[in-house]
């Protein structure tokens, strides 16, 4: 019984944003309790407190895109239209234009890459500027969704689901992608 929840929940997932969640099925039908281990990632991925959404977005996508530049992207950006954020803001983030983003999204971006490129004193100053706009829980907030939009993709490559790079789109138009966000 709790198979047929699970396809449901995939199946609607699925519908809702136009994602392929294979690599979900392929976890569960070769260990239920793996499935369920790894379904704790999006409770972590999903936390958001104190970060306003477009620094918040820009840290999942600064994560998502150093590792993916497919499907995995293109369903942030698609949160991220639902959830309000700008497409100019959006395209901005995707482009590496910081002169082009929301003051809260260019906070986001930039802290972000600090920490994937380990700038320990970029990092330390501009945690200290999300601190003082935003409070330690947007610290937090940042933390989680840069580190967790990570997991997805990575678990979906080494499972064989990995996609090579496809276009992103954003507001129906397609979106170009800064490559040098996507160095590994």
């Known amino acids: 019984m709790l198979g047929w929840f699970v396809r449901r929940r995939l199946d609607a997932y699925e519908r809702e944003f136009d994602y392929d969640t294979s690599y979900l099925r392929d976890i569960y039908a070769a260990s239920p309790r793996a499935f369920w281990r790894f379904t ?38 698609t949160m991220a239209e639902r959830a309000g954020v700008n497409g100019g803001t959006l395209r901005a983030i995707l482009a590496g234009d910081e002169t082009a983003m929301s003051a809260d999204a260019a906070l986001g971006y930039r802290f972000s890459r600090a920490v994937l490129s380990r700038d320990v004193a970029l990092g330390d100053l501009l945690r200290e500027e999300i ?22 993709p990575t678990v979906k490559y080494a499972l064989g689901h990995g996609k090579s790079c496809v276009r992103v789109s954003v507001a129906g138009a397609d979106a170009p992608l800064h490559r040098e966000q996507l160095a590994r």
Not at 51 to 72: I, M, Q, S
């Open 40 to 77: 704790k990632f999006i409770g972590l991925s999903t936390y958001r407190e104190g970060a306003p959404y477009d620094a918040w977005f820009a840290a999942k996508l600064v994560g998502t895109l150093a590792e993916d530049c497919g499907p995995c992207t293109q369903l942030v950006v």
């Open 131 to 152: 601190i003082s706009h935003w409070g330690q829980k947007a610290v937090i907030s940042l933390a989680f969704a840069v580190a967790s939009s990570r997991v997805f």
